[in-house]
């Protein structure tokens, strides 16, 4: 058997060979060592498999987001990294992160007038895929297991775009199944005008009439389905969770602000409040959920050129969240927080100038952990 990392590169090598048409790919799958990364499955099982790959009597079950299948895992995890060989120059558009995005918008929109802002709808028709993949793939057995993951929900109601606070939830074959069934779509985007992608939410930048824009806004949900707006680009557009301004800036919008304050319980109606669900954790794991909740939020939003004004009274809130759930779960006042001491003396909670918890780690050590602290709130260039 041919080591897996020679045959990926000799798919990506052939498949830039023009019309290059990819054979018996299913048996790709019969080599044992594509699955030496579970070692949960035992040779025994590995072989039965194998042979009810070949003999096409392998079933996968019903995709369940909660709990994966280990063997449906690593055969289709197998089946995404053959495709991603074979369409690895044909996906331009599938960034790992939005600041790729953000920086074809810098480089590619300064001049644009009309923006065409869109959804690409995740119920789309599966036929669309399967004959893209026809297109370069001729091993119908191949295609036939693909189309087995399909029925059981592989690629169905998966959240692929996710923004600070939200996780994708979806089948292996959900992401790259979408980035192939969209080939076509890009590239007619990608020819004629300023264009991005990421995930499924998409802009298109026209220096054109508004007919022109209107004419084009019509058709695009004929080739693939999608939602529009149709924006000026003086008025409010918005991607990304982003509001643009005057093509190139990126603002934090004022709402999004108030919706992950009220989302993650910090707040209420502008008022901070405790978040009942951290009471039985320690304090170890109070304050590192708080911290992880407020970096992903500022990670995912510190390009935004006013992000330190918009999170000031924002991080605020977030801090006196924290307190009062510290003194939710021992009973006690936020005013009192301050003059709380460890056993050796130490305040546990307030050091020079700085809210925290005072923690003992697995090898003994006594830790001060700081809540996030403001002054890391600064704008950071694409």
Known sequence: MRNPEQVLELLRLNSEKPNYQHTRLCRLLYNPQIYQEYLDLKQIELETVINSLKDESYQPQLFNPEKDNLIDKAIVTNIRKILEAIYAKELKYRFKHHDEALKVIKEDFKEVKWWIVGDISLDYDKHILINKLK???????????????????????????????????????????????????????????????????????????????????????????????????????????????????????K????????????????????????????????????????????????????????LNFAHHLFTQSFLKTLAGKYRTKVAKLINVRTDTGEKKYFRLGVWGVNWVNNTGERIFIELFPKKKIVNRRI
């Open 255 to 310: 709402e999004i602000v108030t919706k992950f304050l009220s989302e993650n319980s910090f707040a209420k109606n502008g008022k901070a409040i405790h978040r009942t669900q951290n009471f039985n954790n320690n304090d170890y794991e109070i304050i590192t959920t708080y911290n992880r909740i407020f970096n992903r939020f500022y990670q995912y939003y510190k390009y935004c050129f006013d992000v330190k004004s918009k």
């Open 135 to 253: 297109e370069k793939i001729t091993d119908e057995k191949f295609i036939r297991l693909i189309n087995k993951f399909i029925k059981v929900g592989y690629l169905k109601n998966y959240h692929y775009f996710h923004d600070y606070n939200n996780t994708p939830n979806g089948g292996v074959l959900s992401e790259i199944g979408l980035e192939i069934a969209l080939i076509d779509f890009d590239t007619y985007l990608a020819s004629q005008t300023s264009y991005v992608r990421y995930k499924n939410k998409f802009a298109v930048g026209l220096v054109a009439h508004k007919e022109l824009v209107l004419a084009l806004a019509e058709k695009l949900p004929k080739m693939f389905p999608c939602t529009l707006q149709v924006t000026h680009y003086q008025d409010k557009v918005r991607f990304l969770g982003y509001q643009i301004i005057e093509n190139t800036k990126f603002s934090l919008p």
